[in-house]
């Protein structure tokens, strides 16, 4: 079954504002959201002819952007130069306690951070500021919810490097929200 004309403008009319809606949750950036859409539509149109419809339209154009979101962060990983960190790293002393100086205080209640404007800016400028593959392996992991396995095998890295990407991310951006958010309120 090949794809119409009128499927593909009854699609960019009915769908285009919830899937440029996620993609711009998902990488935050206009215009790369807006690229991402359209290429939603370009495969869509070249596979409509696989589409067995088991699901809906919405449902399949969503599984399609979700996969160009990922070819996204797995080309940023790939094309991605190592950095310095603008930010310490050795958070802990030789007994992997925290040192006195990053030792993070109790921060408020998950459910009011969600609900802050100003503290997801601040988070989204802390993720800006990670090296490219920390912040694909933490969009893939925590945005996308893939599993381990999946990431490892989309960024080419090993379980172990995975991990340690994951935990040095964290510290992070940890910090960054510490001197940029929580220590400003």
């Not at 090949?2 to 949750?25: E, G, M, P, Q």
């Not at 459910?111 to 997801?120: A, G, I, R, V, Y």
């Amino acid at each position: 079954m090949n794809v119409t004309k009128d499927d593909v403008v009854y699609w960019v009319k009915i769908y285009t504002k919830d899937l440029f809606a996620y993609a711009l949750v998902k990488v935050n950036q206009k215009e790369i959201a807006e690229d991402l859409v359209q290429d939603t539509f370009l495969v869509a149109c070249q596979s409509y002819k696989n589409f067995k419809g088991n699901s809906n339209e919405k449902t399949w154009l969503l599984a399609i952007l979700k996969n160009k979101i990922a070819d996204h962060y797995r080309l940023k990983y790939k094309e991605q130069t190592e950095v310095a960190a603008e930010i310490p790293t050795n958070f802990f002393d030789k007994y992997g306690q925290w040192k006195a100086e990053y030792k993070p205080p109790k921060w408020i209640e998950e459910k009011e951070l969600q609900d802050d404007p100003e503290f997801t800016q601040a988070l989204s400028n802390c993720f800006g500021k990670l090296p490219q593959k920390w912040s694909a392996a933490m969009h893939l992991k925590f945005l996308e919810n893939d599993n381990s396995k999946a990431i490892c095998r989309k960024l080419e890295i090993t379980a172990s490097n995975f991990w340690q990407i994951i935990h040095r991310a964290k510290l992070q951006l940890r910090n960054c929200l510490q001197i940029n958010w929580f220590n400003k309120n």
